[in-house]
């Protein structure tokens, strides 16, 4: 095996090896508490909302692009959400995709129409449903009505049902449709797949109507957890997505990836975060740990051949 | 042998029209005029090539016809009916393929894939939407062109970038190919070619004009042009400053054309 095939295995294979790793470390540091059937539980259903996050990224970062905006959906799809748990009830889950998939409609169609960076667009969009969140909300958690039926969606195993559905779901959209193979034609050269009559422009608008409605729906599980629709939940929730999404085997650089891929990044994740939390260690050196994790991953699956300049 | 027979069998095997006929063809960008007033015929059967120096318009040329973009004005028939080429899947539909000069093969995806991009065989759970591959299918199909054109490829599921730069020329002109085209656009197909891989093209490339394909040829290399082409239609400077027949002229009188614009 040459140096460029151990680098190839690892880039697509980094998920599963840092699973192990993480399951291995905390298993050995803290056998009694990590390694028991009940936290093994929390650690999925915990998962669950960050994998299906996830997953609504993956088909953008697989066709060159990035959503930095799925923090902010998530929050504001929310809100939306429990304001109307009241009146609609449990039916009230279907509001969280609707919302986030008008709000990555306006993405979409300011990325793709207006034919400005999708970094920036999103970047705004990051900004914008912040505050509409804050503004909608008043500041405060919306709260849930204690007896209404829209708890069993965040009561287990619902969210983790949820995830695992999305995750078949997708991943056959992604590896046995046409759709998913002009994601990743565009993520190999956007140009020739243009030449080749793909409906580039379409498929790219999609990808974040996707990315929007999958944030919806992480919204909408996480209102039902919390019991409420926090204004200030999903903050660097983005940072966790990408992150999962990276540790998953898909390149930022785009053309490759799989969904089951992102699943497992979310769990390395979790169970990161899960273990250090066992630990006792303070939130802030997760924070830090987190965002190692993610430069770690880059480091070891980002395909420098396809960059002429890093920037 | 009644009479009509005898005379049908008199007349040439292709159609009395033009395949493609290209009449006062512009194309501006801005201030520039990347090509002006181009006629130029193209027949069923016949290698047609396209010559010129670099910048004579022969690209914005190939570009026109395979639809990636329109002219600015002109006017264009197909077998002697007006159409527009609006886009790459216009001129699909009117059989028209294009082997472009950087092959517009996709590097991160598998050789079978790059065959059918765009144009999938499919069933469809939602029409236009949820589209399945029907992958199996695409693979038998994919591998009995192969064999037909003799291209050896080690497995259909490898990717392009995995390939030598001949290989990759193969897959391009078996996907123009294997659309039973009416007519094939070759850019440069033996720039970056070892000396069998170019001859295997210029074999592949008589091999299609033989079937009653129209084939345009856009070339530098003047060994290629004498030994493949029937007609040749010369760019310079946007304008077409020639056309003749290969048989009737030389090397020498080519180059004088490309070089002066002037025969």
């Given at each position: 095996m040459s140096a460029g095939d151990v680098g190839r295995f690892l880039s697509r294979y980094i998920a599963y090896v840092a699973l192990i790793a993480v399951v291995l470390v905390f298993g050995i540091l803290s056998p009694d508490r990590f390694l028991t059937v009940n936290n093994l539980g929390i650690v999925l259903q915990n998962t669950a909302v960050l994998c299906v996050v996830a997953i609504g990224i993956t088909f953008i970062i697989i066709g060159g692009s990035i959503d930095l905006s799925v923090g902010s959906l998530m929050a504001f799809s929310g809100a939306v959400t429990a304001s109307m748990v009241p009146s609609m009830g449990a039916y009230a889950f279907i509001i969280g995709p609707l919302v986030g998939g008008a709000l990555g409609a306006i993405n979409g169609a300011i990325f793709v129409?207006?034919?400005?960076p999708s970094f920036v667009v999103t970047l705004g969009m990051l900004s914008v449903a912040r505050g509409c969140t804050v503004i909608f909300t008043g500041g405060a958690p919306v709260p849930i009505p204690l007896s209404s039926d829209f708890y069993m969606f965040g009561t287990p195993p619902v969210p983790f049902i949820i995830a695992a559905i999305s995750v078949v779901i997708m991943g056959a959209l992604l590896h046995f449709t046409t759709y998913g193979r002009y994601t990743l034609a565009i993520g190999g050269d956007e140009e020739k797949a243009r030449v080749l009559g793909i409906p580039v422009d379409t498929v790219k608008f999609a990808m974040f109507v996707i990315s929007g409605i999958f944030a919806g729906m992480g919204g909408s599980i996480l209102t039902s957890q919390l019991g409420s629709g926090s204004p200030t939940v999903g903050t660097g929730f983005e940072l966790l997505a990408i992150s999962a999404v990276v540790i998953g085997g898909t390149p930022l650089t785009g053309g490759t990836g799989s969904i089951i891929g992102t699943a497992v990044g979310s769990l390395v994740i979790m169970s990161l975060a899960n273990g250090l939390i066992i630990m006792g260690v303070p939130t802030n050196v997760q924070t830090v740990l987190t965002g190692v994790v993610l430069i770690v991953a880059v480091m070891i699956s980002i395909r420098r051949g396809k960059l002429k300049i890093i920037k | 042998m009644s009479a009509t027979e005898a005379e049908m069998s008199q007349l040439p095997r292709q159609d009395q029209a033009p395949f493609l006929k290209l009449s006062g063809i512009t194309k501006r960008w801005g201030a520039l005029t990347a090509l002006e007033d181009i006629d130029l015929e193209i027949h069923r059967g016949e290698v047609l090539g396209l010559l010129g120096d670099n910048g004579a318009g022969k690209t914005t040329m190939v570009n026109l016809i395979s639809g990636v973009f329109a002219p600015s004005s002109g006017t264009m028939e197909c077998c002697g009916a007006p159409v527009k080429i609006s886009s790459p899947d216009r001129a699909h539909s009117l059989g028209i393929e294009t082997v472009f000069q950087d092959l517009a093969?996709?590097?991160?995806?598998a050789v079978a894939d790059n065959l059918f991009i765009g144009r999938e065989r499919t069933f469809d759970i939602v029409p236009k939407l949820i589209r399945v591959l029907k992958r199996r299918e695409m693979e038998r199909d994919a591998a009995e062109t192969l064999k037909q054109l003799d291209i050896h490829i080690p497995s259909l599921r490898v990717n392009v970038n995995a390939l030598s730069g001949g290989q990759r020329q193969a897959i391009a002109i078996a996907r123009a190919i294997r659309w039973k085209a009416n007519m094939v656009i070759l850019d440069?197909?033996?720039?970056?070619?070892s000396v069998p891989e170019q001859n295997k093209v210029l074999a592949l490339t008589r091999q299609l004009a033989s079937q009653g394909v129209a084939v345009l040829y856009i070339t530098h290399n003047m060994g290629d042009v004498m030994q493949v082409t029937d007609r040749i239609a010369v760019l310079y400077r946007g304008r077409k400053a020639a056309e003749m027949r290969t048989s009737e002229t030389s090397q020498k009188d080519i180059v004088h054309v490309i070089m002066s614009g002037e025969r």
């Open positions: 129409f207006g034919r400005i | 093969l996709l590097p991160n995806l440069e197909p033996t720039a970056a070619l």
